[in-house]
């Protein structure tokens, strides 16, 4: 019996998330929910896709996840069941999906199964149910039809030169530090053993933490997380707030090519 884990963006003060869980358990009361999230910002696949993609990995294969981001007002948009880095994901077809791996899913299908009647609440109705069948045993076959037509949705990229790295900040966390999409071994490749500057908003750094050891409260840091992305924050800080920058806000390193 496999695991399922649940994330949406349905929010805490509300019976949504009590109501999808008890739709889960009416098939099968033996099933294990894990909570990711359910802070999500409402229909925001960014987000969403951001949380789901840093902690999916942590879960055994095999694992169920379901991700009702921008599932209330579906406009249209098919649900789906997808094998991925054999882990399964259930949720609408919505491009969250295509930015959680940057793998190609060995299995797609539409889900088939339908409400009982018309629904406004399809993450209980359809995606829980759904979601409790693969995890009890069933076959992605069981619950949908194969498909090679999902939407995907174009992950922004960094630009780099052997002058300059150019990226943006895809997440704000809950401390406000900036999550950038620049990676270490892009700058690992294009700065080993240069000198090289990081402007972002009217800051400029010239050097890369390694630790929060030695900062003072209110520094203003640069480090490379736990996922081996460039973050930006104010120790004890808001960097969000104080630096006055948020989702897709630049961030440029200049490398010095004269040694």
Excluded: W
Excluded at 4 to 10: A, E, L, Q
Excluded at 227 to 246: D, K, M, T, V, W
């Amino acid at each position: 019996m496999a695991l399922i884990t649940f994330m949406s963006d349905f929010g805490l003060t509300d019976h949504y998330v009590a109501a999808v869980k008890a739709r889960i358990l009416s098939v099968n009361p033996g099933l294990q929910i894990i909570d990711i999230s359910h802070t999500i910002e409402a229909h925001n696949i960014a987000h969403g896709a951001y949380v789901l993609r840093s902690v999916f990995h942590e879960f055994v294969k095999g694992t169920v996840h379901l991700a009702t981001v921008d599932s209330l007002n579906n406009k249209g948009y098919r649900f789906l069941a997808m094998k991925l880095e054999d882990h399964f994901f259930i949720g609408p077809d919505n491009g969250i999906f295509s930015l959680v791996s940057e793998k190609e899913p060995s299995v797609v299908a539409e889900i088939t199964i339908q409400a009982e009647k018309r629904s406004t609440f399809p993450a209980r109705d359809i995606l829980a149910r759904s979601a409790a069948l693969l995890a009890s045993g069933k076959t992605i076959d069981d619950i949908g039809v194969y498909t090679n037509d999902y939407r995907r949705l174009l992950d922004r990229q960094v630009k780099a030169t052997r002058k300059q790295i150019t990226g943006t900040v895809i997440r704000v966390d809950h401390y406000g530090n900036l999550i950038t999409n620049i990676g270490e071994t892009v700058f690992n490749h294009l700065c080993d053993h240069k000198r090289y500057s990081i402007n972002f908003a009217r800051e400029t750094l010239n050097a890369i933490n390694t630790s929060f050891d030695n900062l003072e409260d209110g520094d203003c840091f640069v480090i490379f997380n736990n996922f081996g992305l460039l973050e930006i924050g104010i120790y004890r800080g808001n960097a969000s707030e104080l630096l006055g920058l948020g989702y897709d806000s630049p961030v440029n390193i200049y490398i010095n090519q004269d040694e």
